[in-house]
């Protein structure tokens, strides 16, 4: 594996990965310099001003309430930050683990794993999600829970299945044949080798998450208000897409260029790290 | 012409986003008419993409630099760089190509049958039933037992050895002018090797193609080939047919790849190695690319790139050891 | 080996097709309707325009068409077309004949109806007496667990006079029971249809204007005309077309091409349509109200100064604008709608915003600096939307409020066992004071969930029951009415206007605050 | 092959047990029960008792759970505690619209996704590439009820169209059925086919590293040769497999597009359900749909072995 240093390095130099590394950075800078880079308290109902539209003193205008959504936005990159980073985290880790397991002892844990996983799987995420939300009660952390949980499945599967067909490959046996122990051979062989697919996963994921957070706050089980997330601005904008546009333009925006961000930076970060790709 | 290949000067760089390296370094070289041309040199040394640059077979990011290469095919005389989708007609047909690894050179999900059919397909109108009796004449050629049932399996249920013959089977189906085989034995045991070669040197007198083998071992050279080229860091280091270069190696890399090989033989020496290490790609010395791995180099050596010069008929070498001109300097 | 592989693959699909077809059958009977409905379907019926359909895009579909076991305002909607009670209440809630022509009160135990001549079931049975009695009975009877049965519980025996004339005879006077025979839980029912089915969830078979006709679930209600329906002439409309669309937005844009002729939206809906010469705008004055409740188990609402303080600290009007675009009353617990009853609640002192005289019943109260709190919302937008101005309309008095947004089924949970701080809610008053006051306030009053509890509300509230003369129970109200606005049990907001929204081409529809969707006179011009 | 399909249904029963149990626990964790809603604001003491009784919730939970199963498995799922309606057959109707939703949706989706992918494969690194893959990766971050809102308000305001209003069932009256599906659909589709994109991209991109691809091309293949019978023909397992994962999780999770188009379909079913607190119909939906799912995967690993030869389940 290379250092970071030297991925950075690399990911500089393909234009594509630049695009995607600064989106990212700029949109990390955004949620934490947010209380600096926000004009109004996001709460505040400016009740004279509903709806807004931007202008010099609303940037992005006002929403139905005379609340600046600018302001709004920019903490939604917060939320919405923490919703899909947290969440895909989870969900690789388990995923990561589970998979790799299963996917190099088969036999029954392998079984056990995949059953359980079939379990989760066959609940319809957005289901599962507001299943869990609504046993859990809606709030950031059980909306992170549940996202997560709900993507563990996929993420298993992924590495299971490409963990399967690296084992195949003629330099596991080789290197189970030299009698290298599991442990190393999962490490220096296998993970590095499933790296790509599972990034790719990840960079899905990420964008999963605050989508499907976003859905569950369009059927009412998202963040709720008044914390801003992008999804929920967007869903309560919905009704007034026609007379305040701004109002689900700019979440709209965001998520896509978040999301825009992630996959390709995600795309050629799985181009650095695949070793296939060098000569 | 009475070559059925000729490549000059040919250049290959290796171009990424911000560089471009230059790996092959103005190699020319011809193949005569059913003639066998051995290149053999350590790994690294560039041989495989210079063959593969012959069928424009380089895939991102390499690619031909500079040079020609002249084939004699049925419309005459082409040069295979200036190709462009016309290179098809000649791919598979006229030129034809055999890789190192049979286990990952065959398209795992397809039949053997439609994998060697499949050339045919492309480049002849026969009727499936036509290919099929042709697919396995040509099985039983390349000496395969049970050829019928063969045509049905798949590749992951072939031994190496057999998939080599298939992977020659496919070579020739349709009678090449020119077979490369690019390190065609590497991949299999050594008993399997023996076989494989044996069968190439019968069908390249049944087929009379010429054939450029490439190999890093020697033996291979011996057994196949009349005419040697020596790869070192990407240019060639001497050129001379085979006799002369077992008994009269004139470059000291080239001997030093002798004696390696040699003293295998008798437990009295220790294996003798060649110090130091290949330049690796990047890399490349201001003078003679083996000068700081050679035993006789001389301070010459050190900035003046030499020239591939004939030292005597039919021999070609790259050193200033047989370069008068060097010796004042 | 690849035809094995293609066998076992078809045998899976196959596996599945069998599933379908094997429980297709015992679904045929809504799809051998389709074909008929397909023609109803307005896929481009703008050709035949006067066909009298109202096609009405509902948000819910109805869960069950029993008047006497369901609740859902998705069902009443629907079989309020369907049956009838005896009487009903015209808007200025006085009671007028239904399906009883006259009725007479001997004594204050005692209720004589005598009923139409001539009123047939959709079964084409006429309704008789006998029907009356039963359908009484079976509300009372507990196995039925009927949503009405205390309303009629007062009830001792009902007798059968002759075809057409039944008495009622109370246990005790009991002031609300002509009012809560208007409720559609008190619908008269034909035994023979209850029997053959066990219940009425999935058939109807009423004497309303509207028979069903089919009903497929999130999909679409369609009620057909009832032929001899006891009102001559009525109703004009052929069918009316109950077409489920979850999504308000879907629902708008339906309504927008035509594809739908009416839809029910809140006031903040307005701004969407105004302007489209296409469609009217209907409003009435809704009687239900949007309150905030205190938990009087805790010690901060447990002290009166600060539901006092809270009360002047908020500000009703900000509120009304900008949840309800400035289309709702400022109001109390008997909204204006119910006309005589309710007392002028916008002059009274707690009502006018006083931030300073807040600030100090709550350091009287001894939350000088305020203290944290939380606020349930849920099930509602305007629910959710007033918690989130209260929220910051309490942060002048110092009172840190948190939103709690609960799923519904949470929000009831909470609702019932009063486990939060404070609850934004809506209540619908009902027709009757009855109901209004005793219901939601006195001690034992089954929606009491605050531990609210004033003996003289009580005292009132048991008057109130038994006194039959209107005008003393009108000033029993009123009395009640002050003393509970001043204990600031809940806080009562605003009681906001309905709105339906209507093809141009829809008339004879005039929405009011206790008949909402009658559309026995509607026709398609 | 076919003892591998028999074992993998009877894998099929732990799993549905597992998923039965989960659902039915996880009922009884969720707040709120289907008599609250009901009743509402008109519960009392006695009405609750009734309806525990009438709809024996008042039986311990191991009892419940036992009578509901035991019908369950016989293709009983009971009737709705609130509409009184049969839910085996109500799940059926809902699957076969869902299912023709689901299905237009795969397709859609591969009509755009595999091409496209494909397209930006051989372009590799080109401009072409990089604005197909932003193209797929819009089609990724639009929300579907963002993209749908705008689509129903762009038909309904500009082009003053709406679609039929009422589900009309396939062969009832296509053209009627089609008019309501295709748009919901399209959303489906579309948004879908970025994923099929990015996952055909990267696969045919692994195969066309491979060593085979060039014995391919030595043999004189055209690029057309090289790309669809071989690379692709490699590279389908991943995309199969997502494809399959998507149809799967749209059994259930095409919930918001049928809410926006009012889709009658078995997600909407199983949503308003767990509003309501609908028991049996919760259970029923999640038993069925899980079935289904596990069924689509087994179909799933049965195409494995067709497009690639190594596998086989013996």
């Avoid at chain 1, 333009?249 to 799985?270: E, K, Q, W, Y």
């Avoid at chain 3, 008269?188 to 089919?214: D, H, R, W, Y």
């Amino acid at each position: 594996m290379k250092s970071i240093k030297r991925i950075l390095k690399e990911l500089f130099k393909d234009p594509m990965g630049r695009i995607g590394l600064i989106g990212v950075v700029l949109i990390i800078m955004l949620s934490v310099l947010a209380p600096v880079i926000s004009t109004h308290d996001i709460t505040e109902m400016y009740t004279q001003d509903k709806l807004r539209e931007p202008c010099g003193e609303y940037l992005f205008g006002t929403d139905n309430y005379g609340r600046d959504v600018f302001s709004r936005i920019i903490y939604g990159a917060r939320v919405s930050l923490e919703v899909g980073i947290i969440s895909v985290g989870i969900a690789a880790i388990f995923g990561l683990i589970f998979g790799v397991i299963s996917g190099y002892f088969e036999g029954w844990v392998d079984n056990l794993i995949m059953r359980f996983m079939d379990i989760l799987f066959a609940f319809p995420s957005i289901l599962l999600a507001l299943f869990i939300v609504s046993a859990l009660g809606p709030s950031i952390a059980n909306t992170m829970i549940a996202i997560g949980i709900v993507n563990t499945p996929v993420f298993t599967r992924t590495v299971r299945a490409s963990v399967i067909s690296v084992k195949s490959t003629e330099y596991i046996t080789s290197a189970r044949s030299i009698g290298l122990k599991p442990a190393s051979i999962i490490l220096k062989h296998i993970i590095p080798n499933i790296l790509s697919p599972f990034t790719v996963q990840i960079t899905l994921a990420l964008s999963g998450a605050i989508l499907t957070e976003a859905s569950m706050s369009f059927l009412g089980l998202g963040i709720q208000p008044p914390d801003p997330s992008w999804g929920s601005m967007l869903n309560e904008s919905r009704k007034y897409m026609e007379i305040a546009p701004w109002l689900a333009v700019f979440p709209a925006v965001f998520i896509i260029c978040t999301i825009l961000s992630f996959n390709i930076l995600g795309d050629s970060l799985r181009d650095v790290l695949d070793p296939k790709l060098k000569l | 012409m009475e070559n059925i290949l000729e490549v000059k000067n040919l250049g290959i760089d290796l171009v990424t986003r911000d560089s471009i390296r230059r790996l092959i370094d103005d190699v020319s070289f011809e193949v005569g008419r059913k003639q066998s041309y051995g290149i053999v040199g350590e790994s690294g040394c560039g041989k495989s993409i210079t063959a593969m640059s012959i069928m424009q077979l380089l895939s991102y990011p390499l690619k031909t630099g500079k040079g020609e290469i002249f084939f004699d095919s049925d419309a005459g005389k082409v040069d295979l760089l200036s190709m462009k989708k016309e290179i098809r007609k000649i791919r598979g047909k006229e030129i034809s190509m055999i890789f190192q690894e049979p286990m990952t050179a065959l398209d795992p999900i397809f039949t053997i049958e439609d994998q060697i059919i499949e050339t045919l397909e492309f480049h002849t109108n026969l009727n499936k039933k036509d290919m099929r009796e042709l697919a396995l004449e040509m099985l039983n050629k390349v000496g395969i037992p049970r050829a019928e049932q063969l045509l049905g399996e798949y590749p992951h249920q072939l031994s190496g050895g057999m998939l080599q013959r298939i992977m020659i089977a496919i070579a020739l189906i349709c009678r090449p002018k020119l077979l490369i085989a690019d390190e065609p034995t590497t991949a299999l045991d050594v008993t399997i090797q023996a076989q494989i070669l044996d069968l190439m040197n019968e069908l390249k007198e049944s087929f009379d193609t010429s054939i450029i083998m490439i190999t890093h071992d020697l033996g291979v050279i011996a057994e196949t080939c009349e005419k040697v080229a020596v790869f070192y860091a990407g240019q060639i280091v001497e050129e001379t047919d085979v006799v002369r270069m077992f008994h009269g190696a004139a470059h000291p890399y080239t001997s030093g790849l002798l004696r390696a090989v040699t003293s295998l033989g008798d437990k009295s020496k220790s294996l003798y190695t060649i110090p130091g290490m290949v330049p690796v790609g990047g890399y490349i010395p201001k003078g003679c690319r083996f000068e700081d791995r050679c035993d006789r180099a001389k301070k010459i050596c050190k900035n003046n790139p030499p020239e591939l010069l004939e030292i005597e008929e039919g021999h070609k070498c790259r050193c200033w050891l047989y370069n008068e001109s060097g010796d004042e300097k | 080996m690849k035809t094995k592989k293609t066998l076992s693959l078809v045998s899976c699909l196959l596996v599945i097709v069998m599933v379908l077809a094997a429980c297709g059958n015992n679904q045929e009977k809504p799809s051998d309707e389709q074909p008929e409905q397909s023609s109803e379907t307005p896929s481009g019926d703008q050709a035949d325009a006067p066909a009298q359909v109202l096609k009405y895009g509902v948000d819910a579909e109805p869960v069950g068409l029993d008047p006497h076991t369901v609740s859902s305002s998705s069902s009443i909607r629907i079989f309020r077309q369907i049956y009838n009670s005896l009487i009903d209440v015209d808007k200025d809630m006085n009671f007028v004949p239904s399906l009883a022509e006259s009725w007479e009160q001997p004594d204050n135990l005692t209720y004589i109806f005598k009923l139409k001549e001539g009123v047939k079931f959709h079964n084409g049975r006429e309704m008789t007496a006998e029907d009356v009695k039963y359908s009484f009975e079976r509300v009372l009877n507990p196995e039925t667990a009927a949503i009405g049965k205390s309303y009629y519980d007062s009830i001792d025996t009902i007798d059968v006079l002759d075809e057409y004339t039944v008495k009622f005879t109370l246990k005790e006077p009991f002031a609300p029971f002509m009012t809560n025979l208007t409720s559609l839980y008190g619908a008269i029912v034909p035994k023979e249809v209850v029997e053959k089915s066990g219940n009425l969830m999935q058939t109807a078979c009423g004497t309303g204007p509207f028979m069903l006709k089919e009903w497929i679930p999130d999909n679409k209600v369609i009620l057909v005309k009832n032929p001899d329906y006891f009102v001559k002439g009525e109703p004009k409309l052929d069918a009316v077309e109950y077409y489920i669309m979850v999504d308000e937005s879907a629902r708008v844009a339906a309504l927008r091409t035509g594809n739908v002729d009416i839809i029910k939206l809140p006031a903040s809906s307005i701004p969407l349509i105004e302007g489209n010469a296409d469609i009217n705008i209907l409003e009435y004055q809704s009687n239900d109200y949007s309150y905030v409740g205190f938990n009087l188990d805790l010690d901060k609402y447990k002290d009166v100064r600060v539901r006092q303080a809270i009360s002047l600290a908020i500000n009703r009007q900000e509120i009304i604008d900008l949840v309800y675009e400035g289309n709702a009353k400022v109001t109390g617990f008997v909204p204006e709608a119910m006309g005589r009853w309710s007392i002028d609640y916008k002059n009274e002192e707690l009502y006018q915003q006083n931030i300073e005289k807040a600030k100090q019943l709550m350091a009287e109260a001894g939350y000088a600096d305020g203290f944290e709190t939380t606020i349930a919302v849920g099930l509602l937008d305007d629910i959710n939307a007033t918690g989130e101005i209260l929220q910051k309309q309490l942060e002048q008095i110092g009172i840190k409020a948190t939103i709690q947004n609960l799923e519904s089924g949470q929000y009831v949970d909470a609702w019932k066992n009063r486990n939060l701080e404070m609850m934004v809610g809506r209540n619908g008053a009902g027709t009757d004071p009855d109901r209004a006051v005793a219901f939601f306030f006195s001690s034992a009053g089954s929606a009491n969930v605050w531990g609210y509890s004033n003996p003289e509300v009580d005292e009132l509230c048991n008057q109130g029951k038994v006194i039959v003369d209107e005008t003393e129970r009108e000033t029993i109200y009123k009395e009640a009415q002050k003393l509970i606005v001043n204990d600031v049990p809940n806080l009562f907001i605003a009681s906001p206007m309905e709105y339906y929204f209507t093809r141009t081409n829809v008339e004879g529809f005039s929405p009011t605050t206790f008949d909402a969707e009658n559309f026995r006179n509607v026709v398609i011009k | 092959m076919w003892s591998y399909i028999i074992k993998r249904l009877l894998g099929l029963i732990p799993v549905l047990i597992g998923i039965s149990l989960c659902i039915f626990l996880v009922l009884q964790l969720i707040p709120g029960d289907v008599i609250s809603g009901l009743l509402g604001i008109e519960e009392n003491p006695e009405l609750r008792a009734q309806l525990e009784k009438k709809f024996g919730l008042d039986q311990p939970l191991y009892k419940q759970y036992w009578d509901w199963i035991s019908k369950a498995v016989r293709g009983n799922f009971g009737r709705s505690f609130r509409t009184d309606n049969e839910i085996f057959p109500e799940i059926i109707a809902r699957f076969k619209i869902t299912a023709q939703l689901t299905v237009m949706a795969a397709v859609i989706s591969c009509l755009i996704g595999i091409p496209l992918g494909i397209l930006s494969a051989i372009k590799r690194n080109t401009w072409v590439d990089g604005i197909v893959r932003i193209i797929a990766l819009l089609g990724v971050s639009v929300p579907n009820f963002a993209s749908a809102t705008l689509l129903v308000l762009f038909l309904s305001l500009v082009l003053n169209y709406y679609p039929p209003v009422g589900y009309v069932g396939f062969f009832n009256n296509a053209s009627v059925n089609m008019k309501i599906m295709i748009l919901p659909a399209i959303i489906l589709g579309t948004s879908m086919s970025g994923s099929v994109m990015r996952m055909t991209r990267s696969s045919v991109l692994e195969v066309l590293r491979q060593d085979f691809i060039k014995t391919v091309r030595a043999k004189g293949a055209s690029e057309k040769i090289v790309i669809f019978k071989h690379a692709l023909k490699n590279g389908l397992i991943p995309i199969i497999t997502l494809i399959g994962m998507q149809i799967g999780s749209l059994l259930g999770g095409a919930v918001v597009a049928e809410q926006i188009f009012s889709i009658p379909g078995l997600g909407l079913m199983t949503l308003t359900a767990i509003n309501q607190r609908d028991y049996p119909v919760v259970q029923g939906c999640v038993l069925f749909i899980a079935f289904v799912y596990v069924l689509v995967n087994l179909i799933v690993d049965i195409l494995y072995t067709y497009v690639d030869p190594r596998i086989s389940y013996k």
